[in-house]
């Protein structure tokens, strides 16, 4: 596989269930995110990690917590989540995190959450 | 502050022309990206303008005018497959962060 792959591409979850979102990247990048896409909001930035570092927590809710086990995958475990969590949740991944302009990020597909 | 306009939808006929606009204000300029997105897949980058002036890739071109925090988005020969939602996003040298607008929705009829 080549790119960004996020799994599941769908999920559906009670407010009290404990979930998770996965994403991997066959790029070679140092670094990934999580942005969170509601309709007719802008892609919101949550977290990134830089050579498995978290080196930006967006004031995002503790019920959201982010795991970069190493360079190729990220995680995002959901716990006690709200109905205004429903959402599609992108990961993306760069060559660095940084001021470079060739600093491109490289989108996967998304999940796409609702929360009953 | 950061801010960033674009319009929410246009449509547009297939072999036509149309050009997507873009402002924003931001307290550090360190470029100005455009992605596509079609509905239910990634986000894909398109082009990136630091400089002021044209980019042409094929049948895209996107424009920067720094001065006016302005950018343009222009669609040549299009197709039924550009439909599709176009995110302008800029980069913000104070805060390394990519502001991303709302995007524009563009439907292409034949």
């Known amino acids: 596989e080549t790119g960004v792959t996020q799994t599941p591409r769908h999920l559906v979850m009670g407010m009290t269930n404990k979930k998770s979102l996965k994403c991997e990247q066959h790029l070679g990048h140092n670094a990934m995110y999580w942005y969170k896409q509601s309709a007719k909001k802008p892609l919101e930035l949550m977290f990134v990690?830089?050579?498995?570092?978290?080196?930006e927590n967006n004031s995002v809710p503790s019920r959201f917590s982010p795991e970069c086990p190493n360079s190729s995958h990220l995680f995002l475990h959901l716990h006690t989540l709200q109905p205004e969590d429903s959402a599609l949740y992108l990961c993306?991944?760069?060559?660095?995190?940084?001021?470079?302009?060739?600093?491109?990020?490289?989108f996967g597909a998304g999940s796409r959450l609702t929360v009953l | 502050g950061q801010n960033i306009d674009q319009p929410t939808e246009m449509t547009a006929t297939e072999g036509a022309i149309v050009q997507i606009n873009c402002t924003y204000q931001t307290s550090g300029f360190n470029g100005l990206f455009w992605y596509q997105q079609h509905a239910g897949e990634a986000p894909t980058f398109l082009s990136y303008?630091?400089?002021?002036g044209l980019e042409e890739k094929g049948r895209f071109s996107s424009f920067l005018s720094r001065s006016k925090g302005y950018s343009y988005l222009l669609l040549k020969e299009l197709q039924m497959k550009d439909s599709a939602s176009y995110l302008c996003a800029v980069r913000d040298r104070n805060t390394d962060k990519l502001i991303f607008g709302t995007g524009t929705r563009l439907q292409v009829f034949p």
């Open positions: 303008n630091v400089l002021d």
């Open positions: 993306a991944s760069s060559q660095d995190q940084g001021l470079s302009g060739a600093n491109v990020l490289t």
């Open positions: 990690y830089s050579l498995e570092e978290r080196v």
